[in-house]
């Protein structure tokens, strides 16, 4: 029987490109430029290490970028799905969890709970930055929702974590 | 905002779901089922501990 379940339909490998044959009278490149840097001759060919270097800051603008802004490292490799779904889940856990009047964590803090919240928290990006914009009356756990709001903060963060490993996946490649 | 417990876990295991399923799942159909399959099975688990641990409220 055959397997009709997309999820299991191995994707197509695009062919390889055929290198073009070097045109008449054209220089070759010159074949001593491996340092990292290093001047390239006019219509030489990038090195190795320069396109990895080139590959690996792409990788770590897109985390960066989709850190600050959740999907936005996804919306820059045109995955808009992912990108309005990671804007979408985290800001909304965000934003609820500081109107329930969540408590967000300090960047210094005296025990290894405060110092696991505010890595938590401060994974939500612009949503960490703007937390006193976004609610001005601040924290108030002594009632539950206030306790509540402060776990869909914390989730916030470790959900925009998840989409910039994903984001940064895709970008090196090892995931479609 | 005031959300009680309850509120507050279906918006979470909402949200947590959408977001598990954009990430590890490509095609919408496949999206929505694996939301379903992971937003009930975040709520029924979640019944489920509250009430083994109803008997401890005791």
Same mark, same amino acid.
């Given at each position: 029987?055959?397997?009709?379940?997309?999820?299991?339909?191995?994707?197509?490998?695009?062919?390889?490109?055929?290198?073009?044959?070097?045109?008449?009278?054209?220089?070759?490149?010159?074949?001593?430029?491996?340092?990292?840097?290093?001047?390239?001759?006019?219509?030489?060919?990038?090195?190795?290490?320069?396109?990895?270097? #080139?590959?690996? %800051?792409? #990788?770590?603008?897109?985390?960066?970028?989709?850190?600050?802004?959740?999907?936005?490292?996804?919306?820059?490799?045109?995955?808009?799905?992912?990108?309005?779904?990671?804007?979408?889940?985290?800001?909304?856990?965000?934003?609820?969890?500081?109107?329930?009047?969540?408590?967000?964590?300090?960047?210094?803090?005296?025990?290894?709970?405060?110092?696991?919240?505010?890595? %938590?928290?401060?994974?939500?990006?612009?949503?960490?930055?703007?937390?006193?914009?976004?609610?001005?009356?601040?924290?108030?756990? #002594?009632?539950?929702?206030?306790?509540?709001?402060?776990?869909?903060?914390?989730?916030?963060?470790?959900?925009?974590?998840?989409?910039?490993?994903?984001?940064?996946?895709?970008?090196?490649?090892?995931?479609? | 905002?005031?959300?009680?417990?309850?509120?507050?876990?279906?918006?979470?295991?909402?949200?947590?779901?959408?977001?598990?399923?954009?990430?590890?799942?490509?095609?919408?159909?496949?999206?929505?089922?694996?939301?379903?399959?992971?937003?009930?099975?975040?709520?029924?688990?979640?019944?489920?501990?509250?009430?083994?641990?109803?008997?401890?409220?005791?």
């Amino acid at each position: 029987m055959p397997d009709n379940n997309p999820e299991n339909i191995p994707e197509q490998i695009p062919e390889p490109i055929p290198e073009t044959a070097p045109l008449a009278g054209a220089q070759p490149a010159p074949l001593e430029a491996s340092a990292v840097g290093e001047q390239i001759a006019p219509g030489a060919a990038p090195t190795y290490e320069q396109e990895s270097l #080139s590959s690996s %800051a792409r #990788s770590v603008f897109i985390a960066v970028a989709g850190w600050i802004v959740p999907g936005l490292g996804h919306l820059f490799q045109w995955r808009i799905g992912r990108a309005l779904a990671g804007f979408a889940a985290v800001g909304t856990m965000a934003v609820m969890g500081l109107w329930m009047r969540g408590n967000v964590f300090p960047m210094h803090s005296d025990d290894a709970f405060g110092v696991l919240g505010f890595i %938590a928290d401060a994974g939500s990006g612009i949503f960490y930055l703007l937390a006193h914009t976004i609610e001005k009356a601040g924290p108030d756990v #002594s009632r539950a929702a206030g306790d509540y709001g402060t776990r869909l903060i914390a989730t916030a963060g470790v959900l925009n974590m998840l989409f910039v490993l994903d984001a940064l996946e895709i970008s090196r490649g090892h995931k479609n | 905002m005031n959300l009680t417990h309850f509120q507050s876990m279906v918006l979470f295991a909402f949200i947590v779901s959408l977001g598990f399923a954009f990430l590890s799942r490509r095609r919408l159909k496949s999206r929505i089922k694996y939301l379903v399959w992971a937003f009930v099975a975040f709520l029924l688990v979640a019944i489920t501990i509250g009430w083994i641990m109803y008997p401890a409220s005791h």
